[in-house]
């Protein structure tokens, strides 16, 4: 995520928020509703616009992303969802050729939550597969 506008700006200390909701680049009048709350919500709690912003029940607050990336192309089975907590060394997916052999399995190189999840069935060599966020703790 190195050179990503947002990690460039926390670097230096510049406030910056990145929204996303949904998946699959598909733009759903729920997503496009829990994003238009949010915002309104932040901007609440900041103080440009009246009312009172609500906070969570529970937030994660994720430090790092780490990219796990296919190092041999094939199709891609995830064994996990958007949302799960995965431990480090867990199979996050496996990839297949076509002969249904398995050449690769992906695992998470650090504990965290996985947001982002790679929905293409075909993954080439060196294109990412899914996204861990690592929490801090």
């Known amino acids: 995520m190195k050179g990503l506008a947002l990690m460039e ?25 829990i994003l ?16 009172e912003s609500e906070l969570a029940e529970k937030q994660e607050l994720i430090v790092e992303g780490r990219w796990v990336t296919s190092t041999r192309g094939g ?9 799960s907590k995965v431990a480090e060394g867990e199979v996050l997916a496996r990839s297949v050729n076509l002969f249904w052999e398995e050449v690769e399995q992906l695992v998470a190189p650090t504990k965290g939550i996985v947001f982002g999840l790679r ?16 929490t801090q703790t």
């Open 75 to 83: 199709l891609l089975y995830p064994n996990v969802k958007l949302g």
């Open 9 to 33: 700006a926390a670097k230096r200390g510049i406030p910056n928020l990145t929204v996303e909701s949904g998946g699959s680049g598909v733009m759903a009048e729920e997503h496009v509703n």
């Open 36 to 51: 238009y709350g949010g915002v309104l919500n932040v901007m609440k709690y900041l103080e440009m616009i009246k009312g």
């Open 119 to 134: 929905t293409q069935p075909v993954v080439n060599t060196g294109e990412w597969a899914v996204l861990i966020g690592r």
